[in-house]
Protein backbone atom coordinates (compact mmCIF):
# COMPACT_ATOMS: atom_id res chain seq x y z
CA UNK A 1 0.00 0.00 0.00
CA UNK A 2 1.03 3.36 -0.96
CA UNK A 3 1.52 5.76 1.62
CA UNK A 4 2.87 9.20 1.66
CA UNK A 5 3.15 11.67 4.87
CA UNK A 6 3.22 15.12 4.97
CA UNK A 7 5.90 17.02 5.98
CA UNK A 8 5.88 20.37 7.89
CA UNK A 9 5.03 23.27 5.65
CA UNK A 10 4.54 20.88 2.94
CA UNK A 11 1.43 21.87 0.66
CA UNK A 12 -1.19 19.50 -0.65
CA UNK A 13 0.33 19.99 -4.40
CA UNK A 14 4.11 18.24 -3.59
CA UNK A 15 2.37 15.68 -1.55
CA UNK A 16 -0.26 14.40 -4.39
CA UNK A 17 2.61 14.93 -7.39
CA UNK A 18 4.68 12.73 -4.52
CA UNK A 19 1.82 10.17 -4.25
CA UNK A 20 1.38 9.48 -7.86
CA UNK A 21 4.76 9.52 -9.19
CA UNK A 22 4.68 6.31 -6.15
CA UNK A 23 2.00 5.19 -8.06
CA UNK A 24 3.11 4.85 -10.71
CA UNK A 25 6.91 3.76 -9.75
CA UNK A 26 4.70 0.66 -8.18
CA UNK A 27 2.71 -0.20 -11.45
CA UNK A 28 -0.38 -0.35 -9.45
CA UNK A 29 -2.31 1.80 -12.56
CA UNK A 30 -0.84 -0.34 -14.69
CA UNK A 31 -1.81 -3.81 -12.98
CA UNK A 32 -5.81 -2.50 -12.13
CA UNK A 33 -5.87 -1.70 -16.16
CA UNK A 34 -4.62 -5.71 -17.23
CA UNK A 35 -7.23 -6.77 -14.84
CA UNK A 36 -10.01 -5.03 -15.99
CA UNK A 37 -10.10 -7.37 -19.50
CA UNK A 38 -9.38 -10.80 -20.76
CA UNK A 39 -5.46 -10.86 -21.99
CA UNK A 40 -4.46 -13.07 -24.80
CA UNK A 41 -0.89 -15.38 -24.33
CA UNK A 42 1.09 -12.33 -26.93
CA UNK A 43 -0.25 -9.28 -24.11
CA UNK A 44 1.02 -11.74 -21.34
CA UNK A 45 4.39 -12.50 -22.84
CA UNK A 46 4.69 -8.92 -23.81
CA UNK A 47 3.59 -7.64 -20.15
CA UNK A 48 6.03 -9.90 -18.62
CA UNK A 49 9.01 -9.23 -20.77
CA UNK A 50 8.54 -5.21 -20.30
CA UNK A 51 8.20 -6.06 -16.33
CA UNK A 52 11.58 -7.98 -16.07
CA UNK A 53 13.23 -5.34 -18.37
CA UNK A 54 12.01 -2.93 -15.68
CA UNK A 55 13.19 -5.22 -12.70
CA UNK A 56 16.77 -5.85 -14.42
CA UNK A 57 17.21 -1.67 -14.68
CA UNK A 58 16.32 -1.15 -10.91
CA UNK A 59 19.10 -3.43 -9.58
Known amino acids: ?3 VVLGENEG ?3 ALRRFKRQVS ?5 ADV ?5 FENP ?7 AVAA ?5 FR
Open 42 to 48: QEKRKRK
Open 1 to 3: MTQ
Open 53 to 57: RRKQR
Open 25 to 29: KAGIL
Open 33 to 37: KYRRH
Open 12 to 14: IDS
